[in-house]
T-cell receptor, first 112, second 113 residues
């Protein structure tokens, strides 16, 4: 089936550092979504992107919809301990019926 | 969070037994989804519903069935549970199919012994 390649798989950083993660695919997407999941909970939507080139911020988080429509990145600035969790990208394929495809996730750990 | 609840939150069962997981939403969202989450695989779509009594298969539907008799409830049934169905199951809802975002429930951890 279709795949999203999300990288890195995990990150262990110092509090205050900036973080960057991305998702790539060989397919074209209409929508990119970024979710965060904390232990024992379901994923929570962080940012939604609907247009190629779109750059959207949510507090310290910034995400962009790649101009080729095959990739997206998420940046977290000045990380804090509560940023810990698993971050997932999800995309809806162009021409698809609307089903989302999820990346494998990036596990973020922040050292105080 | 779209007022999504899942029950049970945890279940341990034996191979060969039937299991039903329930998803309940209070937001009147038209679309509902069942995913499973396994290490290294992210979230994979099992089945989805685009209205009462309207359902379709997702990526990993073998061994699962669903039913939706009311807008607010979406049931996932494992007719005869197998150890490979040990996973965390998430329900999600959305108001639109395609451009809208999906909101997730808290998950059900199922262990099949």
């Amino acid at each position: 089936g279709q795949q999203l390649n999300q990288s890195p798989q995990s990150m262990f950083i110092q509090e205050g550092e900036d973080v960057s993660m991305n998702c790539t695919s060989s397919s074209i997407f209409n929508t990119w979504l970024w979710y965060k999941q904390e232990p024992g909970e379901g994923p929570v939507l962080l940012i939604a992107l609907y247009k190629a080139g779109e750059l959207t911020s949510n507090g310290r988080l910034t995400a962009q919809f790649g101009i080729t429509r095959k990739d997206s990145f998420l940046n977290i600035s000045a990380s804090i301990p509560s940023d810990v969790g698993i971050y997932f990208c999800a995309g809806q394929l162009a021409g698809n019926t609307g089903k989302l495809i999820f990346g494998q996730g990036t596990t973020l750990q922040v050292k105080p | 969070d779209a007022g999504i609840t899942q029950s049970p939150r945890h279940k341990v069962t034996e191979t060969g037994t039937p299991v039903t997981l329930r998803c309940h939403q209070t937001e009147n969202h038209r679309y509902m989804y069942w995913y499973r989450q396994d290490p290294g695989h992210g979230l994979r779509l099992i089945h989805y519903s685009y209205g009462v009594k309207d359902t379709d298969k997702g990526e990993v539907s073998d061994g699962y069935s669903v039913s939706r008799s009311k807008t607010e409830d979406f049931l996932l049934t494992l007719e005869s549970a197998t150890s490979s169905q040990t996973s965390v199951y998430f329900c999600a809802t959305s108001t639109d199919f395609g451009t809208d975002t999906q909101y997730f429930g808290p998950g059900t951890r199922l262990t099949v012994l």
